[in-house]
């Protein structure tokens, strides 16, 4: 069955700073690999998602690596930003469900970027 | 400016009531998820429909039942049969066919559903 593992639960860094959050999964048959963000209180927006054949995904300050050999992938945030303040979710969508778009969700990273 | 509506966004339920969940998308996705999110916790699949008049079961369906009878809805009951329904209900849509299927799910934002 497949698990997805996030950590840390939570992160607190001042604002300028370079982080990395990581995401890991038990089983690499694995069609994409997606990181969300959530704001309090709210739902999710996605940021990025990396096809299984895809090493990397980039979008502004944000970039997310995958390796599916080791079962991980990183979400790497230049620069932050308190606006950058949020809970990051990481989602694999396993092998065989590109028909149903199922999710399987990490616990989250709850990032606080200090002024 | 298409998206997904849930309604109500607070929602209280009585001691063996049964309660209705609003999703509504206007986005002309196929696919339709309900998930449940507890604190500090990741979100976990009630139940999800790829097509009208057909759902299946995800990883917590106990308690829970839906309907799909037209495309752009998708209501989740949460009936008495659920002991411990406190938490935040979160519903989602997303394209699982043809050449646009592989896109993140686009999510509404959330209905927070507490026992009175």
């Known amino acids: 069955k497949q698990e997805v593992t996030q950590i840390p639960a939570a992160l607190s860094v001042p604002e300028g700073e370079n982080l990395v959050l990581n995401c890991s999964f038990t089983d690499s048959a694995i069609y994409n690999l997606q990181w969300f963000r959530q704001d309090p209180g709210k739902g999710l927006t996605s940021l990025l998602l990396?096809?299984?054949?895809?090493r990397e995904q980039t979008s502004g300050r944000l970039n997310a690596s995958l390796d599916k050999s080791s079962g991980r992938s990183t979400l790497y945030i230049a620069a932050s930003q308190p606006g950058d303040s949020a809970t990051y979710l990481c989602?694999?969508?396993?092998?065989?469900?590109?028909?149903?778009?199922?999710?399987?969700f990490g616990q989250g990273t709850t990032l606080q970027v200090k002024p | 400016d298409g998206g997904i509506t849930q309604s109500p966004k607070y929602l209280f339920r009585k001691e063996g009531q049964n309660v209705t969940l609003s999703c509504e998308q206007n986005?002309?996705?196929?696919?339709m998820y309900w998930y449940r999110q507890d604190p500090g916790q990741g979100l976990r699949l009630i139940y999800y429909s790829q097509i009208v008049n057909d759902f299946q079961k995800g990883d917590i369906a106990e308690g829970y039942s839906v309907s799909r009878e037209k495309k752009e809805s998708f209501p989740l009951t949460v009936t008495s049969a659920q002991k411990n329904p406190t938490a935040f209900y979160l519903c989602?849509?997303?394209?699982?066919?043809?050449?646009?299927?592989?896109?993140?799910?686009?999510f509404g934002d959330g209905t927070r559903l507490s026992i009175l």
């Open positions: 989602a694999v969508s396993p092998h065989g469900s590109s028909n149903t778009g199922k999710l399987i």
């Open positions: 986005l002309n996705h196929d696919a």
């Open positions: 990396i096809q299984s054949s895809q």
């Open positions: 989602a849509s997303s394209i699982v066919q043809g050449p646009r299927r592989n896109q993140p799910q686009h």
